[in-house]
């Protein structure tokens, strides 16, 4: 069983090659995930946001660019190198914490932020039982928390993407899922090519939801997008329109339930 330490140490090896992979943005980020994130985000402007495993800063910076005060934080060192590296025009706090350490997330203030942000990195923790304990006390009043995550119907590696027919062009298409309600750790590729592998934690829909709700939090949003009919994925078995009927994401926002 690996430790967080060697999860961490996974991210460090894949940081530089994620980084220059990923940049600003790619189908997913600019076609699913920040349409819908923003959508469900409140105007920014002058706003106190959060961003929980930011990774190269990329989303960072596209709440700084409409003008929000950002705090961004994640576990590996080297994503924040790059982060702090690519982040020239705006001013965001970057820090190096793990939001699955108690310790870690105590040294948050209270009562700072007017939105949290999560994107793509609740699959890769290992226990999301202590981030969701912490965001009411972090979150002020009326502060909304907006994650995106891969589906964990469609998208996991319990899932894999099946084309009939010659070379997959104009053919029918499936999903084909072995496990879903199970809970299940593997090693997998967040990015085709990347050096080393890194853990891959399923959950069920009820399963990822519930730590929030147990937390204090109801759900008023939620969100399956996924890629148009005529989007062109990168290979015949990758996502793209020939897979528009299951969406690759789920996003949604909690809110801070109300003191009865």
């Not at 080297?78 to 982060?83: E, K, R, V």
């Not at 914490?97 to 105590?106: K, N, R, S």
């Not at 202590?130 to 998208?155: D, Q």
């Not at 709700?213 to 990168?234: I, N, T, W, Y």
Request: aromatic share 10%; hydrophobic share 40%.
């Amino acid at each position: 069983m690996s430790t967080r330490r060697e999860d961490r140490d996974a991210w460090d090896a894949i940081a530089s090659f994620w980084h220059d992979r990923m940049g600003e943005g790619n189908d997913f980020v600019d076609l699913l995930i920040w349409p819908i994130v923003r959508r469900l985000l409140p105007p920014l402007e002058g706003l106190r946001v959060i961003d929980i495993g930011c990774g190269n800063g990329l989303f960072s910076r596209k709440l700084a660019a409409e003008g929000a005060r950002v705090y961004a934080f994640d576990y590996s060192t080297n994503m924040i190198d790059h982060a702090r590296a690519a982040t020239r025009e705006h001013a965001i706090e970057y820090d190096v914490l793990d939001a699955v350490d108690p310790d870690d997330l105590a040294q948050l203030p209270t009562d700072r932020f007017d939105a949290a942000l999560c994107t793509m990195v609740l699959m890769d923790m290992r226990n999301v039982e202590p981030l969701m304990s912490v965001l009411p006390r972090i979150l002020a009043r009326g502060a909304s928390f907006v994650f995106a995550t891969a589906h964990p119907c469609f998208n996991s590696p319990h899932a894999r993407l099946e084309n009939f027919g010659r070379d997959g062009e104009g053919s029918p298409t499936s999903v084909r899922v072995e496990a879903y309600r199970t809970p299940s750790r593997s090693r997998d590729m967040a990015m085709t090519g990347q050096p080393v592998r890194t853990l891959f934690f399923h959950r069920s829909i009820s399963d990822l939801l519930r730590p929030a709700f147990a937390a204090g939090f109801v759900l008023d949003a939620l969100e399956e997008p996924s890629f148009s009919p005529d989007h062109r994925g990168g290979r015949a078995s990758s996502w793209g329109g020939r897979f528009h009927e299951f969406p690759p994401v789920l996003a949604g926002r909690f809110r801070k339930r109300k003191q009865e």
